[in-house]
């Protein structure tokens, strides 16, 4: 009883943080910047009372690792990314326009990835500190309050490349591709017609690494993972033999 009471409050500050954000709308989630530099996300606000809005802005990059990296940077040629305003006030039943551009684009085939986050706070934000930091993180996909930034105007290359490393019986998938790029589902198979469906979904932007690790008690001497685009839609499936 005593976990519980202890419980609601924390609930009920949950409840009324999304009951505000509820009435925050975007645009776009997904917004693509090609030969066109500049593009816009439209925010508006259904609810009844003013909501005070801001802008954080990242750029996806990669570890020597392999691993997928969020760098923040407020100075706009820094980061790659020029988006304004970062603190918007939208009243109730009232729209506001984000505008964002793309700084130093890659002329040939490469995309780079941005993401903006929204936050509604409780009240007018102050000025935010000028800081640069790079933080672990997993490219989200679709998330509500959130928009993907897609910069390049090379042809989509979905090129992935799968090695099964026998000692740890790791299968590794590395995106040699350009673009943002979904996996799954996986298939662990003991043949190429006798596989098992593993319901298991990442995300890999260019250079990032997924790795699964192989059932020691399975005798699995195949692989297949569905290669998809951001939109989820399936391009192609890639294959592994597994040689132990």
Known sequence: MEKIKRLIP??????????VQARLHLGSRYLQL???????VELWNSGSDTLYVQVDGYKYTVDEDENVVRYKNNNPKEL????????????????????????????GSEHQYYNLNY???????????????????SVSIGILYQTLIDVGSGAYSYNTKAVYDKDEQLIKIVNTGNTLMSIGPLYTCKNSSNCKKRNMFT?????QAYKFRLDSKENITYFKYGVGDY?????RTGRLEIKK
């Not at 090609?34 to 816009?40: E, F, I, L, Q, R």
């Not at 509604?120 to 672990?136: I, Y």
């Not at 939109?231 to 391009?235: N, Q, V």
């Open 80 to 107: 790659g990314l020029l988006y304004a305003p970062r603190k918007l006030v939208i009243k109730p039943g009232k729209k506001k326009r984000l505008r964002v551009t793309a700084i130093n684009r890659s002329s």
């Open 203 to 207: 995300s890999l932007v260019p250079n």
């Open 10 to 19: 924390a609930l009920l500050v949950i409840s009324s943080v999304i009951g």
């Open 34 to 40: 090609g030969k066109n530099p500049t593009g816009y």
């Open 119 to 137: 936050k509604v706070l409780k009240k007018a934000p102050d000025v935010t500190q000028q800081s640069s930091e790079g933080m672990s993180a």
């Open 231 to 235: 939109h989820g839609k399936e391009i």
